[in-house]
């Protein structure tokens, strides 16, 4: 395993469009799975995609099966590797939530994002996974698949006065703590 450089914001990596994977259960994606764990964790991240480490995969990881150092207060969401997903809102229902970013570090901002969402794809060794999720998971899962369409957390943001560095907004947080 590695952990890997996080590529960041003004990086014209970031913004582009996530190819699918088409082969399952191979060492490479085996290993950019393992890759991609490690560095999420190394950056104490609840989910990392693969464009953020510079490979264009529609590969992402999130959750952390524990509670959250950067968000205590939020539900466990169990590791889940993603692969080619699709997500489908289950309603139109959105609400605003607090983002960071471990590719716009030490910033936060107030993003909608739909409430309740229905996600599929596959693992890494080709096995289809669909769940039905809300709240946090759904916000988590958002954030991460938007890496894939080259689209970052402050491009969603409707009010730019509800983005700062994450010192400033939230004295009590850790200045150095990102998604």
Same mark, same amino acid.
């Given at each position: ?40 964790? #190394? #950056? ?29 207060? #939020? ?67 958002? =954030?991460?698949?938007? =890496? ?32």
């Amino acid at each position: 395993m590695a952990i890997r450089d996080i590529l960041k914001m003004g990086d014209p990596r970031l913004l582009r469009l996530a190819k699918p994977v088409e082969e399952f259960d191979t060492e490479a994606l085996h290993a950019l799975v393992r890759d991609m764990q490690e560095t999420m964790h #190394a #950056a104490l991240g609840v989910g990392i995609a693969a464009p953020q480490i510079g490979v264009d995969l529609q590969v992402v990881i999130f959750g952390t099966g524990q509670p959250s150092v950067r968000y205590p207060q #939020a539900p466990i969401i169990p590791k889940t590797v993603l692969i080619n997903p699709v997500l489908q809102p289950l309603s139109d229902s959105a609400e605003d939530g607090w983002e960071g970013c471990l590719s716009v570090p030490g910033m936060r901002g107030l993003v909608p994002r739909y409430t309740h969402m229905k996600y599929s794809g596959f693992d890494p060794k080709g096995q289809y996974l669909e769940r039905e999720v809300s709240g946090f998971h759904a916000r988590v899962i958002q =954030h991460e698949c938007d =890496h894939l369409l080259g689209i970052l957390y402050p491009m969603r943001i409707k009010d730019m006065t509800q983005f700062g560095f994450a010192e400033v907004l939230f004295p009590e947080l850790d200045p150095d703590s990102d998604d």
